[in-house]
């Protein structure tokens, strides 16, 4: 599983950016495991979205670099190292039921 974390933009709308994100997920047949709330960090919120595909989260990311996406592999439900120079300042949040 991989997990990308990415930031809103403070001057976005969230309504209209949550729709330019879900229609992505739909375009590209995509249904995220998780896409919950990280934190905020300088006024920007950050949400993790949890991909079962690895190509699709780097696809996600892709489409999305213009929003800081960064990339991280979670094995076991734990996330590991960040493979971007970004600044994680929390980690990822699972807020699955177990």
Same mark, same amino acid.
């Given at each position: 599983?991989?997990?990308? *974390? &990415?930031?809103?933009?403070?001057?976005?709308?969230?309504?209209?950016?949550?729709?330019?994100?879900?229609?992505?997920?739909?375009?590209?047949?995509?249904?995220?495991?998780?896409?919950?709330?990280?934190?905020?960090?300088?006024?920007?919120?950050?949400?993790? &979205?949890?991909?079962?595909?690895?190509? *699709?989260? *780097?696809?996600?990311?892709?489409?999305?670099?213009?929003?800081?996406?960064?990339?991280?592999?979670?094995?076991?439900?734990?996330?590991?190292?960040?493979?971007?120079?970004?600044?994680?300042?929390?980690?990822? &949040?699972?807020? *699955?039921?177990?």
């Amino acid at each position: 599983m991989t997990v990308v *974390q &990415i930031e809103r933009p403070e001057d976005a709308n969230l309504a209209d950016w949550f729709a330019e994100l879900r229609s992505w997920f739909d375009v590209n047949d995509c249904s995220p495991l998780l896409f919950a709330k990280a934190g905020t960090v300088m006024n920007r919120d950050r949400f993790n &979205i949890k991909f079962a595909d690895e190509g *699709q989260a *780097q696809l996600f990311s892709s489409s999305f670099a213009k929003y800081g996406p960064s990339i991280r592999s979670a094995i076991g439900g734990e996330p590991v190292e960040s493979r971007s120079n970004s600044d994680l300042t929390e980690p990822p &949040i699972d807020l *699955q039921v177990r």
